[in-house]
């Protein structure tokens, strides 16, 4: 089988582009309003091993300048989906989401959902709540933005149920294709026994970006990560027929993203399906815990 070509520059022409270097620079060479969709999670400002912390007014500049580009790229009918947490400084939290609104809606975007994605898994806090949830903030460029439904439906809790009077009593109520999955989303995040986890300290899983890539774009369509890291975006948008660009700063996560991308082509690469229910301790008989683990907590529970 002919080795699947990753292209180091982007190209209309490529069905896979992964720049080595500044996202600045791979968008400087994109076309006006090629691109359908936009997915990314940026550096939050914290100081990770990827990033330099800066004042968060130079941070919010910074992105502004790459929001302004991702704008400019963005094919009328497309969507811009970022994806976020908060900034962090001396215990006081900003979330990044409500700091970055202003530089899509100053260019005239349009905020369709600002979904919630809720995970189970991440730093333990003893000043605050824990935080179990980021952001996905969806803009559109116009009112004529592409969005199929259909193609991310959910089971319906109650297919069976049917109205009980009216003109169409008897029928069944759900749609019969599933019902909309709402602007909450329960996906595992990439954690150590992910199965798609890597060295990246903070990788989106696949199926995140699925829904996305499966209901703003068709076949042929480009999807673009300005921050791709190990390249889920990419991967997200090759498994559905999409093509898939994207920059990572750093050489290290770039060749992970690359082999990644090949090893998804060579349908070697593992990952977790869509829509796979959430691990429950509770119906996996309990496998991982040990009998005294979370005793205090359960014995609460059944005094309510
Ligand atoms: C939150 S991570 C994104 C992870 C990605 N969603 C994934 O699934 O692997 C942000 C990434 O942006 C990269 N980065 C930081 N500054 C960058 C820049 N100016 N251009 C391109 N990538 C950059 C970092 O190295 C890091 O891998």
């Known amino acids: 089988m002919p080795k699947f070509f990753i292209s180091p520059v982007f190209s209309l022409q490529e069905q896979a582009v992964l720049f080595d270097g500044d996202c600045l620079e791979l968008l400087s060479g994109i076309p006006d309003e090629s691109m359908r969709l936009v997915v990314t999670s940026p550096p939050y400002n914290i100081g990770k091993s990827y990033e330099r912390k800066n004042t968060l007014d130079k941070y919010l500049e910074w992105q502004d300048r790459v929001i ?13 989906c970022w994806q976020t947490g908060n900034y962090v400084h001396a215990g006081s939290i900003v979330p990044l989401d409500i700091a970055l609104y202003p530089s899509f809606a100053n260019r005239g975007l349009k905020l369709r959902n600002r979904v919630i994605w809720h995970f189970e898994h991440g730093l333990h806090c003893s000043r605050r709540l824990s935080g179990r949830y980021e952001t996905i903030l969806w803009f559109t460029k116009t009112d004529e933005y592409s969005f199929d439904l259909d193609s991310i439906r959910v089971p319906q809790k109650y297919p ?8 169409k009593a008897g029928q069944y109520s759900c749609n019969p294709l599933g019902k909309n999955p709402g602007d909450v989303w329960i996906i595992p995040n990439v954690k150590n026994n992910h199965v798609e986890k890597t060295s990246h300290p903070c990788q989106f899983p696949i199926e995140l970006v699925e829904r996305l890539v499966l209901s703003m774009t068709r076949k042929g369509d480009w999807v673009l990560d300005p921050f791709a890291g190990v390249g889920s975006t990419l991967i997200a948008g090759l498994k559905h027929g999409r093509r898939a660009a994207g920059a990572e700063l750093s050489s290290e996560y770039c060749e992970i993203a690359r082999n990644r991308m090949a090893q998804f082509m060579a349908g070697s690469l593992r990952s977790r399906p869509m829509y796979r229910p959430v691990y429950d301790p509770k119906n996996a008989g309990r496998s991982m815990t040990t009998p005294t683990a979370g005793k205090a907590a359960e014995e609460q529970f059944q005094l309510l």
């Open 68 to 80: 302004g580009e991702c704008v400019r790229v963005l094919h009328p009918e497309g969507s811009i």
């Open 160 to 167: 069976g149920k049917k109205y009980f009077k009216g003109s």
